[in-house]
């Protein structure tokens, strides 16, 4: 009895040395500046701040991992930088402004787009793939609900833009249905969040420093709708939306992650952005 006690003991020691000792696999992550969403009026976020207007900011996250590199999100297109006063969408609702294209950002890093062997977008729309044809070389991994409506029939239905995407559709893919885990450590994985998109997804990555920290995508866009859990009138599923919502605070606290809101238009300014970058 003793001695099963004591083996126990052992196990459990050399069990907590291993995970201590693992070297971080998860070697850094670049937030990049991917652009500006000017909001004229909240109305289709959330109607308690309807007439109110917003600066949502704009990121994309390039994650170095031992195996290689995962990019999370491709930005506002950079066709996009070379228009003075941005570009303007939704009928009027959004302006997109960019100030340096994603491919010089890149470039800073040190990072060819070919070098990118990994590709997850939190959904297709034109915030987030606007650079996504720079990206053939990766593989792509999309909740294949998301998949079919992007290269279905009808994309524009979901309010996707086809012609931001269009060069991935020979592109190996990683059809989910449901969570990822893309290295198989449990360092980057992808959730999925259904509801603002049909296949919304979210992505927990493992920092060796900074600690667990989940990347929002669209399941909320700024720290109030996030407080108050308030779905936006537009988004693609009510329920679903509500449901994902409490998947990712749930998600946080058993993992003690931090959520980093890639909208909001305060948290991000706190954070370094490429080529600096977070480890
Ligand atoms: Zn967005």
Redesign the pocket.
Known sequence: MMMKKLLLLALLVSGCASVSDRPATVERMYVIDCGENRVKDLARWSTADAGKGAVFLNHCYLIKHAKGWLLWDTGISDTVAAMPNGMTVLGGVLTQVLRKPLADSLQEIGVAPADIQHLAMSHM?G??TGNANLFTAATLYMQAVEYDAAFGPEPQKFGFQAANYAKLRASPVVKLAGDHDVFGDGTVVIKSAPGHTIGHQVLLVRLAQAGPVVLSG?VVHYAANWNAKRVPPANFNADQSAISMRMVEQLMARTGAKLWI??DPEQGKAIPKAPAYVQ
Do not use: A, V
Request: proline letters at 0%.
């Open positions: 729309h915030d987030h669209d890639n909208h």
